[in-house]
């Protein structure tokens, strides 16, 4: 596989580049690993920069595999996105709140955007403002799935509940991916089943 390289940070919409391949977006509350878990995926530490103290990702950061001039007959075959979290964040509150329009804005308005992964930390589960993230992108009919983080921070036996009492969270709710995976960046595990979701995801199945 080709390594993946940063491409673009955007701090604003109109910061977008123009719509092309197939995006998909990871999105939670601060501090839920995303950028780990994008590391961890394309098998490259530090590509996106992580931190202990949540509000570490403050743009849209796109990531693709290397080697695309960025021409027009030259598209990748997808770009990751590496989004800020929402919620709690060791920032003023008009940043964070800057933030958070910035990825709602994104997810309900952008045609190339395929797939969003809203990660959820395996401890915590479904908070108030993850729904609110969930009811958005419902209404705006964008495909989900939900991806549980920082499993090996909790028991092995209490999984099958955790997924099964999430799935049922998620029952009625429209664009949701009727199935749950769950994941530790630290561990390896669930990696290979998000690959091959998002493979599937990119390609429009
Ligand atoms: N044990 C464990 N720790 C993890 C895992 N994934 C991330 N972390 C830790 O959780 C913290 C936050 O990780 P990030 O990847 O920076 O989280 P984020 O969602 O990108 O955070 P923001 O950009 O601030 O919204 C870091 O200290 C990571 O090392 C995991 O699978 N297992
Ligand atoms: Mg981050």
Redesign the pocket.
């Known amino acids: 596989m080709r390594p993946w390289v940063f491409i673009r940070g955007v701090p604003a919409m109109k910061f977008l580049p123009p719509e092309g391949p197939p995006e998909i977006a990871?999105a939670?509350?601060?501090?839920?690993?995303?950028?780990?878990?994008?590391?961890?995926l394309v098998g490259k530490k530090g590509l996106?920069?992580?931190?202990?103290?949540?509000?570490?990702?403050?743009e849209l950061n796109y990531f693709v595999p290397d080697g695309y001039s960025g021409g027009e007959d030259d598209l990748p075959p997808m770009a990751l996105i590496?989004?800020?979290?929402y919620g709690y964040?060791s920032a003023p509150k008009d940043k964070v709140d800057a933030w958070t329009k910035l990825v709602f804005d994104y997810l309900k308005g952008r045609v190339t955007l395929k797939r969003v992964y809203v990660?959820i930390d395996a401890r915590h589960g479904i908070k108030a403002n993850d729904e609110e993230v969930l009811s958005l992108l419902d209404k705006a009919a964008v495909s989900y799935q939900i991806v549980l983080?920082?499993?090996?921070?909790i028991k092995e036996a209490g999984l099958p509940r955790l997924i099964a009492n999430t799935l049922e969270r998620i029952r009625k709710r429209p664009a949701a991916y009727p199935a749950v995976l769950a994941?530790?960046?630290?561990?390896g595990g669930g990696l290979d089943e998000l690959r091959a979701a998002i493979a599937q995801a990119a390609n429009g199945l």
């Open positions: 990871f939670g509350r601060s501090n839920v690993g995303k950028s780990s878990l994008i590391n961890a996106a920069r992580t931190s202990n103290t949540p509000g570490r990702t403050q590496d989004m800020p979290g964040a990660l983080t920082k499993t090996d921070k994941t530790s960046s630290e561990k």
